[in-house]
């Protein structure tokens, strides 16, 4: 399929122009990043304790940070998660000085005092494990098993069912009635020891991360060091694989696309985690993939005509590959966008880095690496070292 059948648009007319707004963006995502500071750094690379929580009833967002203020918890950020209905908070708790554990306890103790007055003692089922739920069967052994079947089949008989209301529990997120456990199957007796010993909480914990200060900053080391890598070998691949000035004109073009997408990243205000590392790595080999394509064309084209400008076979070569440009990059931000929209929260950070991505390397296959390598002919091709020593031998 091709939508530009011998189309003779002259793309390198406008490359100052287009440098120049690229500069722009460039500036601007520079000034966002490291002067504003406007990247949300995750604990992956900032450190602190991360907890994903979900409530009986719509938590107040102001109310669970005055809480955490009152615990000693400053600088903590809440945020929703999901649907506003479904009563998910991510608390994210900074750096503890002296502690690897975090603020995971103290986080609990305070939110404690406001959702369960007066029976934080108690054991809730919402933030039960197998094991803690299995010793209160044990204990209680409401079907008898300990005198007919002895200690240790009674012990794994009562991890199964532990077990079970658990996996119920964590695939409902909460609790909010006994009447939750009817499709388990509970036999009766252990029903009413649970109803007995454990109460239903008002709030259960989905998730917890915690990352110590020194991991998170070799983790954040890392993943800075992963992608400078890539892009040293993507230009190592692109100088072996052609020459000098169009590896020099990919690695521009994958410099520019990084920043770029990182300065955008940045003002729409998504979490800089691991994942974000992941879908920058796949914007380096995406961007480079479709520079690559051209640049194959641009060699063809010169070896059919050695002595025709440059500049007029870099514009030939784009026109010939524009048609799978537009279908590659079209096709791949069909399946990306729906990433975007249908992937979830987790996965949003990543789809928007890709998404973004395939769109300003597209752009900057034809507006940023192309006149980068054009640059560097001019400067420092043979021509130009030819036309210096005429000057000087004059």
């Excluded at 009986?56 to 955490?68: G, H, M, N, Q, S």
């Excluded at 010993?197 to 080391?221: A, M, T």
Aim: with cysteine; hydrophobic share 50%.
């Amino acid at each position: 399929m091709e939508f530009f059948r011998d189309s003779r648009i002259n793309f390198m007319k406008y490359r100052k122009v287009m440098v120049v707004i690229s500069c722009i963006f460039l500036t601007l995502g520079v000034l966002g990043v490291f002067v504003q500071k406007k990247l949300n750094i995750g604990i992956d690379f900032a450190g602190g304790t991360q907890l994903t929580l979900q409530f009986r009833e719509e938590p107040e967002i102001d109310t669970v940070r005055a809480l955490l203020a009152d615990a000693g918890i400053d600088d903590a950020v809440i945020q929703r998660f999901g649907e506003v209905e479904a009563n998910e908070l991510i608390l994210k708790a900074p750096t503890v000085a002296g502690s690897e554990e975090g603020s995971r306890a103290a986080i609990i103790a305070a939110l404690d005092q406001r959702y369960n007055e007066g029976r934080s003692v108690e054991s809730d089922l919402n933030r039960e494990g197998v094991e803690d739920l299995t010793a209160t069967l044990m204990q209680a052994d409401p079907l008898a098993l300990i005198s007919a079947e002895g200690a240790e089949e009674a012990r794994a008989r009562y991890t199964v069912i532990a077990d079970s209301v658990i996996e119920e529990r964590r695939e409902r997120g909460i609790l909010t009635s006994w009447d939750d456990l009817a499709g388990v199957g509970l036999d009766p007796a252990v029903l009413d020891v649970l109803k007995r010993d454990i109460y239903l909480g008002s709030f259960s914990v989905l998730g917890v991360e915690n990352v110590g200060p020194q991991i998170g900053k070799e983790l954040r080391q890392k993943g800075i060091l992963a992608v400078v890598l890539s892009m040293l070998g993507m230009l190592a691949y692109i100088w072996v694989r052609f020459e000098l000035r169009f590896g020099i004109g990919a690695l521009v073009a994958v410099f520019h696309d990084v920043l770029v997408c990182l300065g955008i990243y940045a003002f729409a205000g998504f979490e800089f985690n691991l994942t974000t590392i992941a879908a920058f790595l796949t914007l380096v080999g995406y961007s480079v993939n479709d520079t690559v394509v051209i640049f194959d064309r641009v060699r063809e084209n010169m070896r059919k005509s050695r002595r025709r400008p440059l500049i007029d076979v870099m514009n030939e070569s784009i026109n010939q590959t524009l048609s799978r440009t537009i279908l590659t990059s079209g096709t791949t931000l069909l399946a990306v966008g729906s990433l975007l929209v249908l992937g979830g929260d987790v996965l949003r950070g990543f789809a928007f880095v890709v998404t973004i991505g395939i769109v300003v390397g597209t752009y900057s296959s034809i507006y940023v690496a192309s006149p980068f390598a054009l640059l560097w002919e001019q400067f420092f091709g043979s021509e130009a070292k030819a036309a210096r020593a005429a000057r000087s031998s004059a």
